[in-house]
């Protein structure tokens, strides 16, 4: 085991673009790979993904992986596990890194106990032990209450890092890269789970985790009347309107507005939490915002706990009000 | 359909946030007094995954839970919702353990069962929020998964499943046997009605102790860890929120609006 060096990241695209954050891997395993004086490489899966090498070396990589295969097209556990398996198995690297995504989510585990190694999920700091060169892995856990922090002894060390929990480098077009393909090896005939096709939830207006300010609302709205509410502030704010689980789980809104620990990671500019009690999960998604608002009539309530400015009062009354002032000020 | 359902009891993770404590002495959660523990929300989902699919087409549900004292009333919450048969490995040599030991113990379990068509896992447990040993189970016995359902079918011998991606779903199919992970968004599982209490109440749980699985000792619990837990804390809050009064809530908000545009947030 000896030989295993380096940080591999494990990169995604997202609509033809480097995601984001496979570009926060790439900084924040930059430093891991100064720190153990090794090389940071990155292994792009996918159909059609070797333009995206260039962007990864700007963003970061010594080395890019390229694995071009039409069956990695859409992500299949299967496939996805035999293609990573060859291609770690081909570079041995000390840490993998992979994004705590929906591909991250179910394609990590798998990879690990295939490779019989150790795992953490949703690390949000991840450092080096510059005796032992032991990845030192922070994450959240009880539903954000606390933090653990874990090392594990087999190589290749792994773990799925959360989205902005990292920073990405400034790019830099004249960082100098080497591309290398590997082959995917895949046994077409071993996928067994098969993706059959994508359902869009189109959501009009500003994208969640892009927002400059996300408007969000919890059970105490109601209702879906309630969000509708919720949507001319969002307007007014250039923003986007987020949910907690209670209030998808009750189907008053899309899934794909949910903010938390099993939801979107945002971190706006502006956060305005109204009739949500902040629950640790809930505040997972959104604690990375530069300031939150709270709007809720029990001053017990968590997320005072969380805010930076607030008032204790029923939004019935109040968001009407916060709503035209903003409005008139914002003309001014 | 033979149907498999893997719970764990965890403390109840809607208990008030100022309630939460960690001993730094042991590095473990202490629970709060009085909360009694429950079954992690996810895994209560993947039970309802399992009951509307029993609806749907017949079958027999299994639920199986790893730990230790585990509180009888709490486990059974799955019988009372409509499951058949409730395993229970339960012994001190399982505690302790993180996705490694729990994946393998669990796996020789089902492997003990036998014959299965479908094992369902909630996506995460609510106290470690790790999400792997449902995948781990999967590895361990070689069958197929998929993660993060919302909606579970049976088709033409197949299972048919939706699965939650950030901008909708994909429509995923795999045959049987497969594991099934659960997100919340497949929908509030089902209240216990009184009968099905009364009916859960003269299930016998089946205990299994490690012997009885097969399992390897130094593979369980705490000795059959992967992963070395260094630290566990609470991170320090600032908690200075600034509130805003006024006359009533109108006014109180409008005072907040002007507030905030002084603090150049707006």
Redesign the interface.
């Known amino acids: 085991m000896a030989d295993h060096k380096g940080v591999l990241v494990c990169g995604e695209a997202i609509e033809g673009k480097l995601a984001g954050v496979t570009a926060e891997m790439l900084g924040g395993g930059r430093k891991l790979a100064d720190k153990l004086d090794e090389g940071l490489s990155v292994v792009l899966l996918g159909s059609g993904v070797k333009g995206l090498a260039a962007e990864a070396i700007a963003c970061g990589a010594d080395k890019v992986y390229v694995v071009d295969d039409p069956l990695l097209k859409d992500y299949q556990t299967d496939a996805y596990v035999m293609a990573m398996v060859n291609a770690v198995n081909q570079v041995a690297p000390r840490v993998v890194l992979m994004g705590q995504t929906s591909m991250g989510r179910d394609l990590a585990p798998r990879l690990a106990f295939r490779l019989q190694t150790a795992l953490s999920m949703d690390c949000t700091e991840l450092d080096i032990d510059a005796q032992s060169k032991a990845l030192i892995q922070t994450r959240p856990v009880y539903g954000g209450n606390a933090r653990a922090v874990f090392t594990t002894e087999s190589l290749p060390q792994m773990a799925t890092v959360r989205a902005k929990a990292m920073s990405p480098l400034p790019r830099d077009d004249a960082r100098k890269g080497e591309v290398t393909d590997i082959t995917a090896g895949i046994d077409a005939s071993k996928i067994r789970a098969k993706f059959v096709q994508k359902v869009k939830e189109e959501v009009t207006g500003v994208k969640l985790e892009e927002a400059p300010a996300v408007i969000a609302g919890g059970r105490g709205l109601g209702g879906p009347d309630g969000f509708k509410q919720l949507e001319g502030l969002a307007r007014l704010l250039k923003g986007a309107v987020g949910a907690t689980r209670p209030a998808i789980d009750n189907g008053w809104v899309p899934t794909s507005i949910q903010v938390g620990l099993t939801g979107k990671i945002v971190a706006p500019e502006l956060y305005i939490a109204i009739a949500l009690s902040g629950s640790s999960q809930h505040m997972a998604g959104c604690s990375g915002s530069k300031t939150i608002v709270a709007i809720n009539k029990d001053p017990e309530a968590n997320i005072f706990r969380e805010a930076r400015f607030g008032i204790v009062a029923d939004w019935k009354q109040a968001l009407p009000a916060f709503t035209q002032k903003v409005q008139e000020l914002l003309k001014e | 359909m033979e149907l498999i359902v893997c719970v764990k009891q965890v403390?109840d993770?809607?208990a008030?946030?100022?309630s939460?404590k960690?001993d730094p002495a042991t590095n473990k959660?202490v629970p709060p007094p009085g909360v009694p523990p429950v079954i992690s929300t996810f895994d209560e989902t993947a039970v309802e995954a399992a009951l509307r699919l029993k609806d749907a087409k017949g079958g027999k549900i299994t639920v199986v839970s790893l730990g230790n004292n585990l509180v009888r009333d709490v486990v059974k919450k799955p019988l009372a919702m409509g499951a058949d048969q409730l395993i229970l490995l339960e012994d001190p040599v399982y505690e302790n353990g993180?996705?490694?030991s729990t994946?393998y113990a669990l796996s020789m379990a089902i492997k003990k069962i036998g014959s299965f068509d479908i094992i369902f896992c909630g996506?995460?447990a609510?106290?470690?929020?790790?999400?792997?040993v449902?995948?781990?189970i999967?590895?361990?016995l070689g069958?197929?998964?998929?993660?993060?359902a919302?909606k579970v079918e049976s088709v033409d011998g197949k299972v048919?499943v939706?699965?939650?991606?950030?901008?909708?779903?994909?429509?995923?199919?795999?045959?049987t046997p497969?594991l099934i992970t659960v997100?919340?968004?497949l929908?509030?599982p089902r209240y216990a009605p009184l009968k099905g209490i009364m009916r859960a109440a003269k299930i016998q749980p089946t205990i299994w102790k490690p012997q009885d699985i097969g399992v390897d000792p130094a593979q369980i619990g705490a000795s059959g860890r992967?992963?070395?837990?260094?630290?566990?804390?609470?991170?320090v809050?600032e908690?200075?929120?600034?509130?805003?009064?006024?006359e009533?809530?109108?006014?109180?908000?409008?005072?907040?609006?002007?507030?905030?545009?002084e603090?150049k947030?707006?």
């Open positions: 403390p993770p809607e008030p946030p100022a939460f960690v959660v993180d996705s490694w994946a996506r995460q609510a106290d470690w929020d790790a999400g792997q449902g995948l781990g999967a590895e361990l069958i197929p998964s998929i993660t993060l919302k048919k939706e699965r939650i991606v950030p901008d909708g779903f994909e429509i995923i199919e795999s045959p497969c997100t919340n968004e929908g509030e992967r992963t070395k837990l260094v630290k566990l804390f609470q991170p809050k908690g200075k929120c600034e509130i805003v009064e006024g009533n809530a109108a006014d109180a908000a409008a005072k907040l609006a002007l507030r905030l545009r603090a947030v707006l």
